[in-house]
């Protein structure tokens, strides 16, 4: 039996059917592609983790349900971290922590506050919920302005969550946690910091968590530790936090090789180290690049950098890239404008982008 997209429209919630959805970045999936447009690690991950798989794969682990609460991770994240594993609620990648944080705190019509430009499914979340999603535009400077701390939206809608990206993406940039921590003050709800990007910035939120239960903070260990395949992201709050927020979730958001990676990956803070310290390095050399090529390239916390030219159109630079086969990512926001975000791949892949670029610019 065949039913038309109308149709198939009108049976679902109206919320659904109004919204067009999350569109991830490009992921193709042959040919021989520069891939500088969704923030992976360009590094291979700890070589623990391919270990820990195997040794899952190799036992009867698959045969039975996970562990609902990922403990071995949360133990090990725990002494990383310097908190207790009861402040730690591990997801399906920072992503499903996101979802549950919001399905938690925000009902139908009341509002989610962030900042723009910022993370884009951040929007596509409180519209699934049925609920308003603020945006309260970045100063010039990306600093967050008064209007982020009010109760109300402009229409008069209560805010119960806040999200802020610290370091943000697009722009890089990094909040201090003294700001933050006055911001959560203010807020009328909690206030999220979403340091997806966290590993790679000078500072960090952690020591809010443990000075204010208004305060959640998400890692996802996609990023940092090169585990973008697995999926696999967390939540640190205080326990009676991290209690409420249990209930929303899955029975079993994280499967068994999931948790044995990111646990296995988490315990290499030497690979870590080594891996942030390379990344930082490349980060500058394409920094001190693009700027020679004529780019405004704002100065970067995270694993990738956004930038413009003063007179070339992004959109076409892009497109000319992606003919090369040298994918970044092309970004647009309204009333704001456009870029260009950059990840910061192996000095190969920055040579390959560079190499192209000036030709481009001619």
């Not at 403990?71 to 730690?88: Q, T």
């Not at 990023?223 to 079993?252: C, M, N």
């Amino acid at each position: 039996m065949t039913t038309t997209t109308s149709s198939a429209a009108a049976l679902v919630r109206p919320e659904i059917a109004a919204i067009a959805g999350y569109v991830p970045g490009e992921q193709p999936q042959g040919g021989d592609w520069t891939k500088l447009n969704t923030n992976e690690n360009s590094y291979p991950p700890s070589p623990a983790v391919a270990e820990a798989v195997a040794a899952v794969c190799a036992g009867r682990t698959l045969a039975k349900y996970p562990d609902p609460l990922a403990s071995r991770f949360r133990e090990h994240a725990a002494e990383v971290l310097g908190v207790s594993p009861e402040m730690i609620l591990c997801g399906n990648g920072s992503d499903d922590i996101l979802t549950i944080l919001v399905r938690a705190y925000v009902g139908v019509g009341e509002a989610l506050r962030v900042p723009t430009p910022s993370y884009i499914l951040y929007r596509t979340l409180a519209e699934i919920q049925g609920a308003v999603c603020d945006e309260v535009p970045f100063t010039g400077n990306w600093s967050l302005p008064d209007a982020f701390t009010t109760a109300e939206t402009a229409a008069g809608v209560s805010v119960k969550l806040a999200i802020v990206p610290n370091p943000n993406s697009p722009s890089g940039t990094l909040l201090p946690p003294a700001d933050l921590l006055a911001v959560a003050q203010q807020l009328p709800c909690p206030l999220v910091v979403d340091e997806a990007y966290g590993d790679f910035g000078e500072t960090n939120c952690l020591d809010l968590v443990r000075q204010s239960d208004r305060v959640i903070v998400t890692r996802s260990l996609s990023k940092s530790y090169a585990l973008a395949g697995i999926r696999f992201g967390f939540a640190v709050a205080q326990p009676e936090v991290i209690e409420q927020l249990g209930k929303v979730k899955d029975s079993y958001n994280c499967d068994a090789i999931a948790i044995a990676a990111a646990t296995a990956a988490i315990a290499d803070q030497a690979w870590l180290a080594a891996n942030q310290a390379t990344i930082r390095a490349t980060r500058s050399r394409l920094t001190r690049a693009l700027k020679q090529l004529g780019f405004a390239v704002v100065e970067s916390q995270a694993n990738f950098v956004w930038c413009t030219h003063p007179t070339q159109s992004h959109r076409e630079l892009y497109q000319a890239l992606k003919a090369r086969q040298i994918l970044i990512r092309f970004m647009q926001y309204a009333g704001w404008g456009d870029g260009l975000r950059i990840t910061v791949g192996t000095d190969t892949e920055i040579d390959t982008l560079l190499a192209v670029l000036p030709e481009l610019l001619r």
